[in-house]
């Protein structure tokens, strides 16, 4: 299975992917693009981290979201991509969008974390040669560091790209007034922010509350939205317990403690209005982050094939109809009776 040869799906961009035009860029990225934070790891089976990737591609799927740090073992979600580069891929390298960060804890030391130029110029070297690869479509900074100067870190993102190391750059999760700053920067410089990568979900709000959508739909940014399903929460996953291979039986990222009753009431009443809808849960969680314009992307994650089939139906989604987004913010609304993950 895995040293078989692979040859993508003829009808790879017939199968209804739609693609989003990034901010006001020349780019266009798939609807949904998937992220490799979980599930690609050394300790995960490669014939599984290549199946989804081979399935994501074969389904017009051009955009894989990575980091240095993903894993476990750190690096190794990388090496694991760049296995599946070597082996499948490599031909098709001009039609995928390949995108990686740094800013989390990497190697030890003073130089192996946050956002000094020191860092980040070593780890872009480091994440190219796990991933065999010459260059990174778009490379971000992971996060914002409160104690470098932003201009250091952002002239490291300008000199990746001058140095022909990334095409494009990207902040993620970044403060509204920090990203501010960082759009003129990076403007002024002729090296345009591709992206803002943000955490955005029915559950989580955070985008839109705190004007992140506003500011990137003004600045010409694109969004890509990570975890937008919750983790696995907006799913039928933990419908009927906690299944032992899923995230939150790790207990690492998801904690059960985030699943209270409150919560679990919430994900039902969601469910029913994916039902009426004709749609799964997953199907429906992502098509209501897509219904925002300002999206370009949502990145989901998956443990198997079977989850990035159910996600990718989302986009045989029909429109939102305002009592449809009105029942689905009432149920949001109400309390969780504990703390969110
Ligand atoms: N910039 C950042 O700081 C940042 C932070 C987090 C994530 N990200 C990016 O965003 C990507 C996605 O994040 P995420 O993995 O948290 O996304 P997610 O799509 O919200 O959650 C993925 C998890 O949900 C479950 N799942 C997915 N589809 C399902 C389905 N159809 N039915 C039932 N369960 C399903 C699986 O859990 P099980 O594993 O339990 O099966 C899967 O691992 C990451 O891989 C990464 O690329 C970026």
Same mark, same amino acid.
């Given at each position: 299975m895995v040293n078989a040869i692979y040859s993508p799906a003829a009808d790879r961009y017939g199968n209804g992917m739609g693609y989003r035009r990034c901010g006001r860029s020349g780019v266009l990225l798939p609807e949904i693009s998937l992220g490799l934070w979980h599930n690609?790891?050394?300790?995960?089976?490669?014939?599984?981290?290549?199946?989804?990737?081979?399935?994501?591609?074969?389904?017009?799927?051009? =955009?894989?979201? %990575?980091?240095?740090?993903?894993?476990?073992?750190?690096?190794?979600?990388? #090496?694991?991509? &760049?296995?599946?580069?070597?082996?499948?891929?490599?031909?098709?390298?001009?039609?995928?969008?390949i995108a990686t960060k740094a800013g989390y804890d990497m190697w030890p030391g003073p130089y192996g974390n946050w956002g000094g130029r020191k860092h980040l110029m070593a780890a872009i070297d480091q994440s190219l040669q796990r991933m065999g690869l010459d260059y990174v479509d778009v490379f971000y900074t992971h996060r914002y560091?409160?104690?470098?100067?932003?201009?250091?870190?952002?002239?490291?993102?300008?000199?990746?790209?001058?140095?022909?190391?990334a095409l494009y750059v990207g902040l993620s999760r970044y403060p509204a007034n920090k990203a501010a700053e960082?759009?003129?920067?990076?403007?002024?410089?002729?090296? =345009?922010?591709? %992206?803002?990568?943000?955490?955005?979900?029915?559950?989580?709000?955070?985008? #839109?509350?705190? &004007?992140?959508?506003?500011?990137?739909?003004?600045?010409?940014?694109?969004?890509?939205?990570?975890?937008?399903?919750?983790?696995?929460?907006?799913?039928?996953?933990?419908l009927h317990g906690v299944p032992e291979d899923s995230r939150m039986a790790q207990g690492r990222f998801l904690k059960r403690e985030t699943l209270t009753d409150a919560v679990l009431d919430k994900i039902r009443a969601l469910a029913e209005v994916a039902a009426d809808r004709g749609?799964?849960?997953a199907e429906m969680s992502l098509a209501w982050v897509l219904h925002r314009e300002e999206v370009t992307s949502v990145i989901v994650g998956a443990s198997s094939v079977a989850q990035l089939e159910d996600s990718l139906k989302a986009l045989?989604?029909?429109?939102?109809?305002?009592q449809e987004l009105e029942r689905i913010d009432a149920i949001c609304r109400l309390p969780d009776g504990g703390q969110q993950s």
């Open positions: 690609f790891g050394d300790v995960n089976p490669l014939a599984n981290s290549m199946a989804m990737a081979h399935y994501a591609f074969d389904h017009g799927v051009t =955009h894989f979201d %990575l980091a240095d740090n993903y894993g476990p073992s750190y690096g190794s979600a990388e #090496e694991t991509f &760049g296995q599946i580069m070597k082996k499948s891929f490599r031909p098709y390298r001009d039609e995928l969008f560091d409160p104690d470098t100067p932003l201009e250091e870190t952002l002239q490291a993102l300008v000199d990746i790209v001058r140095q022909g190391k960082a759009y003129r920067y990076l403007e002024a410089r002729d090296v =345009h922010c591709l %992206l803002y990568q943000g955490r955005y979900n029915l559950f989580d709000r955070g985008p #839109e509350e705190q &004007g992140i959508l506003e500011q990137v739909r003004e600045n010409g940014v694109g969004f890509i939205a990570f975890s937008p399903l919750a983790q696995g929460l907006l799913t039928s996953r933990y749609q799964t849960l045989r989604k029909p429109d939102f109809t305002g």
